[in-house]
């Protein structure tokens, strides 16, 4: 059976999840194309596969095809990709390990995504996403993390109930700071941390600063006021990692 009709019940609420508001109400989010689906299939949060017609897919779920026309609706593609992934959110909760990166109302999906990429590259254990960071299902989002978001513990939690949780375990909590911080390379004991990295254009809020134990800083020439969060989180990450 070829689902042919953009009216079709199942494709008018499957393209709902492009809203925030419905894959919260679902807990249910798309990916696209073969790569992000087979790597979903791997963490185990892979549901179904709806494929364009003529093309194929080799996995254990449910497939049903459909029209080009039908696929156009369900993506944010200029180009729809030939299948998309209909996946399970993570319902953990829970802050495991002792690296672990904040990140304070992050807006850019772009940022988001590097910032995933790089904390799987630098053994990052667990990522908390502020209540008010760009929604980590986003299409934009999931297609730059390139599939690493599959790899890593990744929660959406209060900052100041994390940060009294990771006190509580005797792990350091750093802030970023231009003016009031130290070279992140000066750091002697690197074995467990908290990193917290803020909003593009305000930075760590001050209510979060207060609650950190040292704010660091990233060493450059006079000429660059400012580096982007995500090649900035990168180079601490690296600088952090053992």
Known sequence: MIITSLDNKKIKELGKLKQKKYRDLTSTYLVEGEHLIQEAEKANVLEEVLIIDGYDINTSKSKTYVTREVMSKLTDLDTPCSMIGVCKKSNNNKIIGNKILLLDDIQDPGNLGTIIRSSVAFNVD???????????????????????????????????????????????????????GIDVRTLTDKSKYALVMGNEGNGVSNSIKELCDKNLYIKMNDKAESLNVGVATSILLYELGD
């Open 126 to 180: 667990t990522i908390i996403l502020s209540k008010n960071t760009v929604d980590l299902y986003n299409s934009k989002v999931i297609r730059s993390t390139q599939g690493m978001l599959f790899h890593i513990n990744i929660i959406s939690m209060d900052l100041e109930n994390a940060i009294e949780e990771i006190h509580k375990n005797n792990i350091q909590v750093y802030a970023t700071d231009v003016v009031d």
